[in-house]
């Protein structure tokens, strides 16, 4: 079960993947990314993954790569470090050229990366009970709808979650708008019925989010997809994350205070035992 990573159509033990300095990724943050997890040998939700690549490039203007292509070599990896349960990471920077905020001339190949290794889970305390979050002011730029590694003002609110003692922080606009999680989006539940940010350039579009709202429509629960405030989030019965690696996780505290009871919700439960139902039910496909 080796970690490894691709490069540019080389598969080679990740200390030995060497990007250039001059990297777009590394100058600028000019690169887009898109982390796939598998479950029991089975890739999850691959294509709504490629598709999102795709768009995150062709949003940048990327000289597209061929879907095909990019497939292949995914699963080529997959197939080679025969981990059940991986996470791979995939980077695409916009390629190596002299430092020019202008992009750099049309035939510069892009620079294609990867890893894979075993999904680092979360500990089953937190969703047994529920994990805290604190609120911050959103300091991202425009178009979070676009997964580009710029991801700075992710990790100073991550940070200041871990030094507040939380899990994880949730970026709250300088109006007032509750946007998402710094690596997850953000479900509260009222009444009965979900409440979740629209798909606007202010959040990234969630590939769990996608598969909540599909098991909802499924399970006949009600979303609504709403701009929502700080008081609606803090009068919230539920409140829960999602994501790939989070899948789907109750808030149990948010800002020092309980969400509803301060217990992992029905709402949320009920969601994250279909999710886990769905994944069975790729795991044991042929
Ligand atoms: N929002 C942000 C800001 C994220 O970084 C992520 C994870 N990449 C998500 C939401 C969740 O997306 P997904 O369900 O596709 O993992």
Sequence with gaps: MPELAYLNGKIMPIAEAMVPAEDRGYNFGDAVYEYVASYNGKLFCLEPHLDRLERSMGELAFVPLPRDMVRDAILDL???????????????????????????????????????????????????????????????????????????PNCMAKQQALEAGVFDAIFVSAEGVVREGTSSNLFIAKNGHLITHPLTPQILPGITRQVVMDICRDEGIT??????DRSELASADEAFLTGTVTEVLALARIDGRPVGSGAVGPLGKRIYRCLLDRIKDLSSAP
Aim: proline share 10%; aromatic share 10%.
């Design 223 to 228: 979303v609504e997809e709403r701009y929502y």
């Design 78 to 152: 997959f197939a080679k470090a025969l981990i059940p349960r991986a996470g791979i990471y995939l980077q695409i920077s916009r390629g190596v050229a002299p430092r020019d905020h202008a992009y750099p001339p049309a035939g510069t190949p892009l620079q294609f990366f990867m890893t894979i290794r075993p999904v680092r889970e979360k500990p089953p305390e937190l969703r047994e009970k529920g994990a805290s979050a604190i609120t911050v002011t959103d300091l991202r730029w425009g178009r979070c709808d676009i997964k580009t590694v710029q991801l700075l």
